[in-house]
Every structure is written in C-alpha cells, then in structure tokens.
DNA sequence: ACCTACTGAGTTTTT
DNA sequence: CTCAGTAGGT
C-alpha cells in the first residue's frame, strides 16, 4: 500500500469535517482533549484521524492503534467504520475494544505472572455483585456496621498487594485482605469482578514492566471514546501504562453526558487527564445528527448543566411535519401504552419511519416496560425488542450477541443462503476467512479457491434452507454446520477473547438462542434472517445503552417524578440522564408522563416548555 | 386483628 | 416517589 504524505492527506467518505476536528486528527505533537457535544461525529472523528495516523504512516506497521470504548457496540462501531475508511489491511492495526474487554484481555494472557496469592484462576467467573453481595459479605465475615458500597469502591480502588496498603481505618486493611484472598469467592470457585481484574492488570503491570513496555511499544497511539466516565481504576490503570511515555493519547467525550458517577466513574476526568497529560483541547461543535429546532431545545438543557455552553451548528434538514418535541400525558398506565402503540404503528403504516427507527427509551427496569407495551404493539403487529433480553436459554443480552465475532460470521453466511442480495456480507465472509484460514488477501490464486470454497457453502445452505423449515433444530444445525465450514478452532485462535471456553460458549450459545427465537412461528429464512438483526422490531432500552445511538424518533417513557425519584435539578447525573436521552433523537423526541406512574416532573417539565415545548394530551387508542 | 407513623431501599454498566 | 417492613398503639 502507497503511503500518503501527511501534507496530502485528506478527509475520506465524508463531504467535509469542521475546522476544529481537521486540527485535531493531524496533531502529532501533543496528546488530545477533545470535547464533542452529542451529535458532533466523534465517532467519525475517531475513523479519520485512524485513517490519517494509518495511511500516512505515522503509525507504520508493526505500531497499532489502541482505541478504548464503554460499550461493546460502540467498539465495534469505530472498528467497522475504521475499516470503511482506510481498509481491511491498514485497519487490521487498529484494536478497538472496551476498557473491560481490553483489560480482561491482559489478564487472560498475563494472569499467570501476578503473584501470589493474588494469582487469578484461569477458569475464574466474572461476577456482577449487588448491592446485596457486597453487604453479605461483610456481614459473613463479621463486619455488618461497614457499608457494602463503600468496599465496593475500596475494592475498586485499592492498590495490591493490600499488605502495602495503609489506610485510615485499619479495619479496613483486614476487611480488604479478607476480600482478596478469597476473592469473591461463594460457592468454592473464583469468581472476579470487572474492578478487580483492572486492579490485578495494575499490579501485574507494576510488578513486571517489561509488559508495560510491551505495550507502549505496540501502542504509539491510543485513542479513548466516551472519556467523561472513566473509573478512577481505568484512570490508573491509564497512568500506569502510558504517564511519561511516547504514546499520544486522544481522549473524546461530553461531560453533559457523564451519567456513570453511581458506577464510579470520575467527576473530573477531563481536568485530571488534561492536567496530568499536558492534553491540548479542541472543541467540536457541529451536530450531525439533530436538526435545528431540536438543537435549539437541546442548547437550552445543556445550558441548564453548563452555562458555558456552546451553541451547536445543527447540520440535519427537518423532514417530519406536525410537532418535533412534546410532553405527552396520560391518566392511567392502559391507555398510555395503548396510545403510544397505536402512534407508533400509524407512524410505521405511513412510511415515515421505520420500526427500527424508533426507539423507546427507560430511565431503568425495561423488561416491566416490555411487559406492558409489547403486547399493545403486537395488538397492531408491531413487535418490540428489548435489547438487554438475554434469549431464553442464553446468558448474554441480546444486543451483545450481534456484535461477537462468532454471531458476525454465522450470520453473514446465514444472511447469503437466506437473502437474495447481501453484497456486504460476501465481502465480510472473504475479508474474515482469509484471516481465519490465513490466506494471503493480495494471493490470486488463494483469493480463487477462497470464493470457490464459500461459494459452494452458500449453495449448501440454499438447499438446506429449501429442504428444511426453520425450526429450533434446523436453527441448530444451521449453526453447526456453518461453525464446522469456518473451523472453530481456526475462529477461536484468531479472536483473543475466545480464548477460554467460557467466554466463547456464552457468545455461541447466545448465537444459537437468538437464532431459534428468531425462527419461532416463521416459515421463510430470510424473515428468520432479518428478525435476528432486529428489522422491522421497535428497539426498547435503557437510557444508559441508548448512549452513542441515534435513532429517527425518541419516545420516552416515565417523565414522572416516581420514575427519577432521586432527582435533582443543579448539575445532577439526572439532569445529564434526561440530556443523553433528549439527544438521542434525529428528528423528533416525545416524553410520556402518566398519573399511574406518579406526578409531573416540575423541573424538567418547566425547562422544556420556556423553550416551546407543550405538555399536550397523549395520542388515544383507537 | 387492625390501624397509623415512621424508616429505608430501590435504579442505571462492564465479557 | 412508592413500596415493604416494623414499632407501637388501640
């Protein structure tokens, strides 16, 4: 591949970029503070400075690129969109993982080398303790006056090995001591938390630095998505591996989305890091995604969290009619899900939108939701998919399992027996099996055998499909046959995080799951095709994964002070929470405020309406 | 057995 | 804000 002269590089597959985001991709010299409103294309941002750092050679093989995301879609997200930009070839330098994936990662392959008796088990289970965990193990242990979400954080935060630890309270030193040398440990096996593995990379890293010099001299550049709610272990975990380093380090986000403080997350990552790493901000201030009258509602929340607000150059054309943003209030919970469903469907049947693009978003607990509105909805064939399901029979959440490798592969060759275009897809199978097999892509001849090869198993699974019914069983033997074609072993060894058996048979059998729920009551393939990706459902989630979505149509449902209880107005996650769900929304956001689930939210609903919006009776069931 | 007044817990993520 | 649980009264 040619190498570009960073001189005449240029922006690829996007008509322009705002003069900020150009400064900020070809800065070499200084590590990078970006600070991108919601809509302002960080991820694009991300793509084209990728793009320039890969083809101009500044970060010349064998460099990669490090980039560091919250969510797992959102990590593969910058992945694909790297891969549009600059090809398979100069993306295969680029690992786009999140903080947990990347850290679990250094664990599976170094956890040997941290020692005793901190040294993890290799078949150790990730735990996610409650609230309650945490408090019985206190009180197990004879410490029931300490508070479970305090050793939360301990643990989040502590330094090993505890021996070395010098605390306040000694009482906490035996507390953690306790905590670590059993790990979590309940029924007779290990079980670690995300926290506790990020503390066991640290140490491993402080122990042995010849790892952290591995991984400086892999990672010249380290890009980090969402940087706002880092974890104070994250951050030094961070410190630890690239501090006083040669690495430059790209750190974006939006404080007015930090919505994970409760989880641990800093309050103040930005100045820390800025401080820390002598950071140089740009500010982006385009919005892509929202259109003006919406950016002008979304200005005056943002304002509210931040007077120093820039106003945002809103780029996205109106193309619905009628009111883009209202508060729609109801008396009871049965006409409210009625009214909404009925809304919905009519907005569907119209062709201005499709199921797919639009989104109903809760502040928590979707799957009550789920109960209430799914059946209003499919009163009017609608169906609704709440993306934080596990499949029955899985334990992986839906959304999840579409972005595994091993659901990528399956399904791009399910999608080419089944479908008659995907041209995408052929693309996606050669690119991968060629790593997966090894196979030279600049090889004609390999090349050749390779099409002939996946050629003939899709005419396989055409004949199979004609022959067979979708069913539970020939779902899975769909799966097998198609796993047995790549070569799991082949699969695992190119994928770091297959490595244990556990983390690979949880994605395969979350794979199998959605597939055979996807068949249920379905005749044709392609149908079972399209219900596994989702077209044609109406997307149900939390505000929290919704972060980093955009979707047609918003609906909100909960816009009640029994819904955000804990509400407060000044600077509070709330406030921030009701922002990320706000600007979510491409062309038009409704929130739903029902008596049955408790009274107005006076603050929020005030806010909204000085700027225009009007709190109007709900649509009605017909 | 039943009433009233009070206390405290619940929720959002990460393979 | 709502719900479950509890203490203390009739």
Not at 51 to 75: E, N, V, W
Not at 595 to 616: P, Q, S, T, W
Request: with cysteine; net charge negative.
């Amino acid at each position: 591949m040619p190498i570009i002269k960073p001189e005449d590089w240029e922006p690829k597959g996007v008509a322009s970029l705002e003069p900020a985001a150009l400064n900020a991709i070809q800065e070499n010299d200084h590590n990078l503070c970006v600070v991108a409103s919601a809509g302002a294309g960080k991820t694009e941002f991300l793509a084209q400075r990728a793009d320039y750092l890969l083809s101009t050679g500044i970060c010349r093989a064998p460099h990669r690129i490090l980039a560091i995301s919250f969510k797992s879609d959102a990590a593969k997200n910058l992945k694909d969109r790297v891969r549009q930009r600059c090809g398979p070839e100069l993306s295969g330098r680029f690992d786009s993982l999140t903080f947990d994936a990347f850290s679990k990662g250094l664990i599976d392959r170094f956890g040997a080398l941290v020692p005793a008796p901190y040294t993890p088990s290799p078949d150790y289970e990730i735990a996610f303790p409650g609230f309650r965990d945490w408090n019985d193990f206190l009180a197990r242990h004879g410490y029931q006056h300490l508070s479970g979400k305090i050793l939360e954080q301990a643990v989040a935060r502590c330094r090993l090995p505890i021996e070395t630890l010098n605390p306040k309270n000694p009482e906490w030193k035996d507390v953690l001591t306790r905590f670590w040398t059993e790990y979590y440990r309940d029924k007779n096996l290990t079980q670690l938390t995300f926290s506790m593995i990020n503390r066991l990379v640290n140490y491993v890293l402080s122990h042995d630095p010849r790892l952290v010099a591995g991984l400086q001299a892999t990672y010249p550049f380290v890009f980090l998505d969402e940087f706002q709610d880092t974890t104070f272990g994250q951050y030094d975990l961070l410190k630890r591996l690239f501090l006083n380093s040669n690495a430059r380090l790209t750190a974006v986000g939006d404080n007015k989305q930090r919505i994970m403080v409760w989880a641990g997350a800093m309050p103040d990552s930005f100045t820390t890091f800025a401080a820390d790493f002598d950071a140089k901000q740009e500010t982006l201030i385009s919005n892509w995604r929202s259109h003006p009258e919406l950016v002008e509602i979304q200005h005056a929340i943002a304002v509210s969290l931040e007077a120093a607000s820039a106003k945002p150059d809103a780029k996205r054309v109106r193309n619905v009619d009628g009111d883009v943003c209202a508060i729609w209030s109801y008396d009871d919970r049965a006409s409210e899900c009625g009214g909404v469903a009925s809304w919905i469907a009519a907005a569907i049947n119209s062709g201005e939108m499709t199921p797919e693009d639009c989104a109903v978003l809760v502040r928590f607990k979707p799957d009550s939701l789920e109960g209430e509105l799914g059946p209003a909805l499919a009163s009017h064939g609608v169906r609704l998919r709440n993306i934080a399901r596990n499949p029955d029979g899985a334990n992986i959440a839906i959304q999840d399992v579409l972005t595994e490798d091993v659901t990528q592969c399956t399904m791009a060759l399910i999608r080419l027996g089944a479908l008659q275009k995907a041209p995408d897809d052929w693309h996606a199978v050669i690119e991968r099996l060629s790593l997966i097999w090894g196979l030279d892509p600049d090889n004609e001849a390999d090349q050749e055998t390779l099409q002939d090869h996946v050629g003939a198993k899709v005419m396989e699974l055409r004949s199979f499909m004609e022959t067979n019914a979708p069913s539970s069983d020939s779902c899975a033997a769909l799966v097998q046959s198609i796993l047995e074609f790549i070569g799991e072993a082949e699969l695992r060894s190119t994928v770091p995080a297959y490595r244990r058996d556990k983390d690979y048979f949880r994605a395969r059998t979350g794979l199998t799951c959605l597939l055979k729920e996807s068949a249920e009551g379905e005749t044709d393939w392609a149908t079972v095709a399209r219900n596994f990706d989702g077209v044609g459902q109406v997307p149900l989630m939390s505000i929290h994964k919704s972060k980093g979505l955009e979707f047609h149509t918003v609906i909100f449902f909960g816009l009640d002070s029994g819904t955000w209880w804990t509400f407060e107005p000044q600077d509070s996650e709330e406030m921030r929470a009701f922002f990320v769900a706000f600007t979510r929304a491409m062309q038009r956001v409704y929130f739903i405020s029902c008596r049955g689930r408790g009274n107005r939210l006076a603050y929020v609903d005030d806010l909204i309406g000085d700027v225009g919006v009007d709190r109007v009776r709900g649509p009605s069931p017909d």
